[in-house]
């Protein structure tokens, strides 16, 4: 939503969930970048649906899976709220990633815990995600290159493939 001077709601289009506008620090410069709440549907849900794809579901139900997958979701977007910069893609990509790898990310334990599922980490690849605007990508382990999940070459700003790339 969009908030306007009278904090009236302004409903936002589809493809974002929340936005509303923010004054600027009283210290910044001129060419401070606002962080956008809009934030992409379609990059959280190409995450949420990878992680719950490629998660081992053998004792588990369909409808616990689709759970964890709404779960991240969830989790994934409140992450990325105040961190999503359209017209710098890369700016941020640290703090939205979701890993599996030395240690289990937040985002993914939480979620496990709202279905309930045990050993979350032993069921999932070890990875590690960027989610940014226009790009969702994946490093996994023993891969010499992260794999492309999503690339939307309609979006603002470039999708920095080659710094993600090299990230690890």
Sequence with gaps: ????????????????????????????????????????????????????????????????????????KYGMLNRCMGHWYPSEPMRGSGHRSVINDFSTDPVILGAAKAVPIRDITSRLPRAVMWLNPGSVKVKLEGRPWAESLYSNSNSSGTSGSEDEDNEL
């Design 1 to 72: 939503m969009k908030f306007m001077e009278n904090n009236a709601p302004i409903s936002s289009s589809k493809s974002t969930i929340l936005s509303f506008q923010t004054p600027p620090p009283k210290n910044c410069s001129e060419s401070w970048t606002e962080p956008s709440l809009e934030v992409g549907l379609e990059e959280i849900a190409v995450a949420a649906r990878w992680w719950s794809s490629e998660m081992r579901q053998q004792d588990l139900s369909q409808g616990e899976v689709a759970w964890f997958e709404q779960a991240l």
